[in-house]
Structures are given as C-alpha cells and as structure tokens.
C-alpha cells in the first residue's frame, strides 16, 4: 500500500514510520527533508510539498500534523498557531483528495478527546455530542470538519480522537517520569480528573486495523476501554516505579506556570472506544498496570 503520512516525525508518526516501512511504500510529509532523512535514512520518501505527490497513486493518507499542544502557555498567538498547524495542512489535503481523479481509499486524520471539552465521571462514547466549549473543543471540532469534508463514495474518512499516548520516548510519560522517579511525584489538583489513556503498541494497532477494514468510517475513541483517575494513575505509576508518591501539584501552581493551558491538566474525559470494541478491535493493554509495566520493561 502507498501511504502518505503528515506528523511522521512526531511521537506516534515516527512509531508508525518504523512498524511500516517493510511493508508499505511510504512518503512522508515534513517541512524538513534533511530531518526525515536523518531519522528514517532511505526507508522513506520525503516530500515538503504536497504538490510533489500524485494523489492519484495514493492509496491511504495518514493526517497526524500539528504543533505539540502541551508545551508553550496559550497566548492568542499560540492558539492560531496550534489551529492553524491543524486546520490548513488538514484543508489542504483533502482538496487534494477531491482533485484527484483516482483518489486516495481512506483518510485517517487526527483529533483528539478534547473535542469533548471538560467533562465530569460520565462515560462518553463517540456519540457524546454534550460538548463544552472551549479552546480545544473547538480546535479539535474543527479539525474534524475539515477532515470529514474528503468523505466521498471513493474516499472513507476515519477522525482518531486520541487520548493520552503512554510512550517511553515521548509525551505525557517522558515528563511524568523524572519527578515520580525521583519520589516527587503525586495527584494534580484534586486527582479525579479522568486521564483517558493508550499504550504506544495499541495506538499503531488501531490505526492499522482501521486502515485495513474498508467498512469503517467516523469518530473513533483512540483510548484503552478502562480510563482513571489522575490520582490512580499518579498511585499506579508510582507503584511500577516502586517510588511513593505523596506530594501532590496544586492547581493554582499549575495555572501559574502554564496559564489557561493548565486546564488540560486539571479537567479531563472519562472515555472509552466504543466503536472500536464494536468493530472487533482488541486491545493488548486494557488496563493501566500492565502497560505501564511493559513500559517499564523495555
């Protein structure tokens, strides 16, 4: 299968890039050439352009792009960029699609659970539509339409709403762990804000059995079926690492530090994949212990 991949030098894109590369053709979108080629050698083809890729001969395109939305307080400049990092290379895909006469068979596009806004203990399924609105329902709501516009009788489109990616080489884990290593770690805030969490491996299976079954399409709840607590996850972690974990980060710090973009630490969704349970997909790491001990282990 010919595959083009946008984010295939971030966290979850690279991961795919090294599962992929015997078994596929893959290009691979970047801003740098040279960064592709540093990281993947010849296993790849790199493009800086989409107007250097014949759609026509395409037959998957893999939509991960977007600035790292932790990282940086969300000034109003930051936001358009966050957006816009989305929103235009999204846009600009799919009127690529819809040029070709021959298109692509699937879109895979990323979003993210945040389209379901700040929730509370309720179990929310890809059909939750009691969204709340802020920032990153709103970037993420609008990201999705973007995508779905590709949705044609040629071309199925699948939106991943992702949740926390648990990866030793990446995201919210690798910032988690040198505090909680060192027996400073603890709860967020009030600790009962839901981490909807997935493994590494079960984020590159998902995306993979999506791309193989031709029948599916939507939303698609990118998250382990048994979601916790922040202060289980804080308790879970620290017992794999065999540290305590008693000193807790209040929220008032958090929002000094990070401003509104703290939100996303100190509210969360408690969400499950309903539609992927549906469809037959099986999970390697349903619970939290095992996957952080496998983690762990490599």
């Given at each position: 299968?010919?595959?083009?991949?946008?984010?295939?030098?971030?966290?979850?894109?690279?991961?795919?890039?090294?599962?992929?590369?015997?078994?596929?053709?893959?290009?691979?979108?970047?801003?740098?050439?040279?960064?592709?080629?540093?990281?993947?050698?010849?296993?790849?083809?790199?493009?800086?352009?989409?107007?250097?890729?014949?759609?026509?001969?395409?037959?998957?395109?893999?939509?991960?792009?977007?600035?790292?939305?932790?990282?940086?307080?969300?000034?109003?400049a930051q936001k358009l960029h966050l957006c816009h990092s989305r929103w235009d290379i999204t846009e600009q895909l799919v009127n690529a699609i819809?040029?070709?006469?021959?298109?692509?068979?699937?879109?895979?596009?990323?979003?993210?659970?945040?389209?379901?806004?700040?929730?509370?203990?309720?179990?929310?399924?890809?059909?939750?539509?009691?969204?709340?609105?802020?920032?990153?329902?709103?970037?993420?709501?609008?990201?999705?339409?973007?995508?779905?516009?590709?949705?044609?009788?040629?071309?199925?489109?699948?939106?991943?709403?992702?949740?926390?990616?648990?990866?030793?080489?990446?995201?919210?884990?690798?910032?988690?762990?040198?505090?909680?290593?060192?027996?400073?770690?603890?709860?967020?805030?009030?600790?009962?804000?839901?981490?909807?969490?997935?493994?590494?491996?079960?984020?590159?299976?998902?995306?993979?059995?999506?791309?193989?079954?031709?029948?599916?399409?939507?939303?698609?709840?990118?998250?382990?079926?048994?979601?916790?607590?922040?202060?289980?996850?804080?308790?879970?972690?620290?017992?794999?690492?065999?540290?305590?974990?008693?000193?807790p980060m209040p929220a008032f710090v958090l929002r000094l530090l990070f401003g509104e973009m703290a939100d996303l630490l100190l509210t969360g969704?408690?969400?499950?994949?309903?539609?992927?349970?549906?469809?037959?997909?099986?999970?390697?790491?349903?619970?939290?212990?095992?996957?952080?001990?496998?983690?762990?282990?490599?």
């Amino acid at each position: 299968m010919k595959i083009l991949l946008t984010g295939g030098t971030g966290l979850i894109g690279s991961a795919l890039v090294n599962q992929w590369h015997n078994s596929h053709e893959l290009i691979v979108l970047s801003r740098s050439a040279a960064k592709v080629k540093a990281l993947f050698s010849e296993r790849v083809q790199a493009v800086t352009a989409l107007s250097d890729v014949d759609f026509n001969t395409v037959d998957a395109v893999v939509n991960l792009a977007g600035e790292p939305i932790v990282g940086k307080r969300w000034s109003e400049a930051q936001k358009l960029h966050l957006c816009h990092s989305r929103w235009d290379i999204t846009e600009q895909l799919v009127n690529a699609i819809k040029a070709a006469q021959t298109p692509p068979k699937v879109l895979l596009s990323g979003s993210a659970i945040g389209i379901y806004g700040r929730q509370q203990s309720q179990l929310i399924s890809e059909d939750f539509n009691h969204f709340h609105a802020e920032f990153s329902q709103q970037l993420c709501q609008r990201w999705e339409e973007l995508a779905l516009a590709a949705s044609s009788p040629a071309t199925r489109v699948c939106v991943l709403r992702t949740g926390i990616v648990l990866a030793n080489n990446g995201g919210a884990l690798q910032k988690m762990l040198p505090p909680f290593k060192a027996g400073l770690g603890g709860r967020i805030g009030t600790g009962e804000q839901f981490m909807s969490w997935v493994h590494i491996n079960d984020m590159l299976r998902l995306i993979d059995f999506l791309l193989q079954h031709p029948t599916l399409n939507g939303a698609f709840n990118a998250t382990a079926p048994q979601p916790v607590t922040n202060a289980e996850f804080s308790q879970t972690l620290a017992a794999v690492l065999r540290r305590p974990a008693l000193l807790p980060m209040p929220a008032f710090v958090l929002r000094l530090l990070f401003g509104e973009m703290a939100d996303l630490l100190l509210t969360g969704q408690r969400v499950i994949p309903t539609n992927l349970l549906k469809a037959g997909f099986e999970f390697q790491f349903n619970t939290l212990q095992p996957a952080l001990e496998a983690l762990q282990a490599t």
